[in-house]
């Protein structure tokens, strides 16, 4: 959540108010390289099913190597999210829809998070807030969809000074 002074927190971020958001625009987030070891550490903490933890048991199966957990995309996602520059001037999300795993991420794949604003209104219940639907797909080095969901903001409308 912003700081009520938000000249403080603007000096430290540029920031994407509702206002600024354009429809249809899509933003290309850097490439995150998806380990081996991240793979394990995160399932042996959160999901720890043999597919994402047993190297041995994966490679000699028809999968053939361990496969990231769809709780940890939902974390990368996040990740990348919170990287964009400007910063969207988010308050917390009423949620997510449509979230598909549409292809497996592996080790050495290279993911890149697309978004894209596909649809937004003023609130209103909430003068200072508008609501922005936004398209995520993350896609591996092949530009294959791994995950792809809808995203439900609220973002703040810029103040008036």
């Known amino acids: 959540m912003m700081p009520a002074d938000h000249t403080l927190y603007n000096k430290f971020m540029s920031i994407e108010y509702f206002e600024d958001i354009k429809l249809h625009h899509k933003y290309r987030s850097r490439g995150y390289l998806l380990t081996e070891k991240e793979i ?17 048991s994966a490679r ?34 009423p949620g997510w829809d449509k979230v598909r795993f549409v292809t497996s991420a592996r080790p050495g794949d290279v993911l890149v998070l697309e978004i894209e604003a596909i649809w937004k209104r003023r609130s209103k219940s909430r003068p200072d807030t508008g609501i922005v639907i936004f398209s995520h797909r993350l896609l591996n080095q092949h530009d294959e969809p791994v995950l792809t969901r809808k995203g439900i903001s609220l973002v703040t409308k810029r103040p008036i000074t």
Do not use: Y
């Not at 394990?40 to 041995?56: K, L, R, S, Y």
């Not at 053939?64 to 917390?92: D, Q, W, Y």
């Open 40 to 56: 394990i550490d995160f399932a042996t903490e959160w999901d720890p099913q043999p597919m994402h933890i047993d190297t041995n």
């Open 60 to 93: 000699n199966s028809e999968l053939g190597s361990v496969l990231a957990a769809g709780t940890h995309l939902m974390a990368i996602c996040a990740k990348l999210i919170n990287e964009k520059r400007p910063k969207p001037a988010f308050r917390p999300s």
